[in-house]
Nanobody, 120 residues
Framework: QVQLVESGGGLVQPGGSLRLSCEAS????????MSWYRQAPGKERELVAT????????NYSDSVKGRFTISRDNAKNTVYLQMNSLKPEDTAVYYC?????????????WGQGTQVTVSF
């Protein structure tokens, strides 16, 4: 079955960096669009970044553009989110999402999330 396992979250000071990883299994990773979302307490889940395959086209929310970088390694079935210049408002649970196409139908799968806390 489809599994998405995030890792790399933690506590970091403002201005610091973290790299999140999401290891995928159970579907054809190399042809699936992968995304990172986040959800802060009391707020709706929001899209952070997306990467396509093939082509590795990327898209970012305005709030993280220039600070975060999404990338993927199809040989390792893993998508990454490099987060630099972190701010307290980046504090959230970060989720990995896979958009998988089976014939003409798309399915969205989610990981369990990893907590990122930006604070002194």
């Amino acid at each position: 079955q489809v599994q998405l396992v995030e890792s790399g979250g933690g506590l970091v000071q403002p201005g610091g960096s973290l790299r999140l990883s999401c290891e995928a299994s159970g579907f054809t990773f190399s042809s699936s669009v992968m995304s990172w979302y986040r959800q802060a307490p009391g707020k709706e889940r929001e899209l952070v970044a997306t990467i396509t395959s093939p082509g590795d086209n990327t898209n970012y929310s305005d709030s993280v553009k220039g600070r975060f970088t999404i990338s993927r390694d199809n040989a390792k079935n893993t998508v990454y989110l490099q987060m630099n210049s972190l701010k307290p408002e980046d504090t959230a649970v970060y989720y990995c999402r896979a958009d998988v196409k089976y014939r003409t139908t798309k399915f969205a799968y989610w990981g369990q999330g990893t907590q990122v806390t930006v604070s002194f």
